[in-house]
């Protein structure tokens, strides 16, 4: 199926790895010009290399925490192509920590980068895309944001705002942007490859590590998922094909959620 983002701009946020880097890459192969943002500038411009030869690109740094640095990344994108039709807000890893022992500062931290990760960037680019006449946002946010986890209770509660307040912008801001978004499970990562390289039983393999992890967490599907599953979702999710949805989420878990 023609997605019809061929010709389209994106701007995908934390594109220098996992979720990210993948969905700049899908973007890229459905022929959309794809601007990536993140704020290790060595990684970004290795992620920059990797997906040259799969389209244009657009490597900022960039942390999205600070205004300042999302306005020179709106001015980048502007001065590169003169448009937006998709903005990807891909937010940061979560915090494990529990209520006893999750800090005044670790909860101000934790709410202000799931929250302003999402504010700031749209908050800059969504006058563009209202110019685009179809434009979108894709939030990527977590199946914590339904299904909290004891050990991760403030980014479970950060994640579920985070979900309220895509809801409220899908209204605000109908018709000119439709705003969905992704809710994962547990998907391939650099973490889970520290966890694993960290891991007590050095015989287990990485396949097997993977696997014994997946039967641990209950996955219906019997594994992780990959960032490029997620990014289908997204490319979908961002395109004219999805043109009468917004307000609403896919979730990409393997069938680990328990909520309906």
């Not at 490597?59 to 001015?75: E, F, K, N, Q, R």
């Not at 915090?95 to 999402?118: I, M, Y």
């Not at 800059?124 to 909290?148: D, E, K, R, T």
Request: neutral net charge; glycine residues 10%.
């Amino acid at each position: 199926m023609d997605l019809g983002l061929r010709g389209r701009v994106a701007v995908v946020t934390g594109g220098s790895s996992g979720i990210g880097l993948a969905t700049a890459r899908v973007l890229l192969e459905e022929g959309m010009a794809v601007a990536i943002c993140a704020r290790n500038p060595q990684r970004l411009e290795q992620a920059r290399q990797a997906l040259s030869a799969c389209g244009d690109v657009l490597a900022y740094p960039c942390d999205i925490l600070d205004t300042a640095a999302v306005a020179g990344l709106l001015a980048a994108v502007s001065d590169w192509q003169g448009r937006c039709d998709l903005l990807v807000n891909n937010a940061g890893q979560g915090r494990v920590s529990t209520f006893a022992d999750t800090t005044d500062a670790a909860w101000e931290e934790e709410l202000k980068l799931k929250f302003f990760s999402q504010i700031n960037t749209t908050r800059a680019f969504a006058p563009m895309l209202a110019g685009s006449g179809q434009g979108a946002i894709v939030a990527v946010n977590s199946l914590l944001a339904y299904q909290p986890e004891a050990h991760m209770v403030c980014t479970s509660a950060a994640r579920a705002g985070v979900q309220n307040l895509l809801k409220s912008l899908a209204g605000e801001f109908a018709p000119a942007i439709r705003v969905n978004s992704v809710v994962v499970g547990l998907i391939e990562s650099g973490q889970w490859e520290r966890r694993f390289q960290a891991r007590e039983d050095r015989a287990l393999s990485h396949e097997q590590w993977l696997a014994d992890l997946a039967h641990s967490k209950k996955i219906p599907l019997g594994r992780l998922g990959l960032p490029q599953e997620v990014a289908r979702a997204i490319a979908f999710l961002g395109s004219p094909a999805a043109s009468f949805v917004t307000g609403t989420q896919i979730e990409v878990s393997g069938g680990l959620s328990r909520h309906i």
